[in-house]
DNA sequence: TGACAAGCTGAGTCTCCACTCACTATTCTC
DNA sequence: GAGAATAGTGAGTGGAGACTCAGCTTGTCA
């Protein structure tokens, strides 16, 4: 991995173009490796973007810092989403949220499966484990949830189910009633 | 895709070393993508099975013939078990076996995800499917599954749960309690 | 056992893609 | 607005991997 990327980092800041052109990138990064999944070029980044590839590998030295930028993206988003949800039915909600994404995007779960793997960003997923843990405590509290039920078997479900939904293709219908399931199983009764 | 792969059709029947050689490379095929993922090199394979590249791509012209080729041994193989399974536990038993294969072998669930994308395999997929459906039906016979539960989520359910399983890297502990999770939810209480 | 078909071999081709770098263009600073 | 620093450009490089084919080997069958 590289060391910090551009804008990372507190050294000197980003000429005007340069800013536009980064957050061009990754705006076209997210949406290719979206429709193409991870193995999408970086060529098919640049051109989408409207900078030469030079300058996609000026900003990111390496693909998989690419993807690691987009990454960090998509999991700040998801646990501002979480964040912003509680009570009884946050976890719920929040598991219904990220399915309806990741049914369309490729991204989204590509991604999140290589967390740890190819990609190391600890502190993020840590924030996405401690925002899930919060919602899984509410829903406890308000009594939704059973006491039994513990943080890890809860990411390791919204983790298939992402994932799940991705391959599968589900259409709304399915995804529900899979999540009745899960959702079935999480009140304990 | 191409037409029938050798052994497959009725032409005039293979050569001995031939029969031999296929053999060979299905197994190390197997295993090669087991280990390393459908990305592993066709040269791998060859070289794990002790013959030339050139022989590799002699039963199976393109790569993807020969993920197909092995997918549909794996299938056939997991209608088989289901076919031994059945009463009230014979789901249970059969996610949990799934799951158990999936965590540690990529080729399972790295091949189930592409069934249906890039690999037809209409026929032994339907197998499956009918396979796991008896074992459904016989559940809510016993009463171990809810009625209102159907096939489809229950697919959907089974393929999340390996992708989570291979991509996550669980370990038994959390492989029993979110498979817990599950079979709650498909109880109905 | 000989002859022919079937199968094996592996160096070589072709394509794709991540990544580089010498040069040019833009922005910033005073 | 001129000079310096920063950024952009895109043809080029290197490597990986799917697939080919001309020549050689082996099994089969009369």
Redesign the interface.
Known sequence: MSPLSPSDDDGPPLRADAQRNRARILDAAEAVFAELGAGASTEEVARRAGVAIGTVFRHFPTKNDLLAAIMKRLLARLVAEAGELGGGDGLFTFFSRLVAQAAGKRSVVDLL?RAG?EIRLPDTVGHLEQAVGELLRQAQEAGTVATA??L??VM??L???C???L??G?DAG?QE??L???????R??
């Not at 009745?180 to 999480?186: E, H, N, R, S």
């Open positions: 499966a793997v039920v513990r890890p078997e390791a479900l983790i298939s189910v994932q799940g939904a391959h599968g589900w399915l009633r899979t009745g399931v899960i959702f079935g199983g999480l304990g009764h």
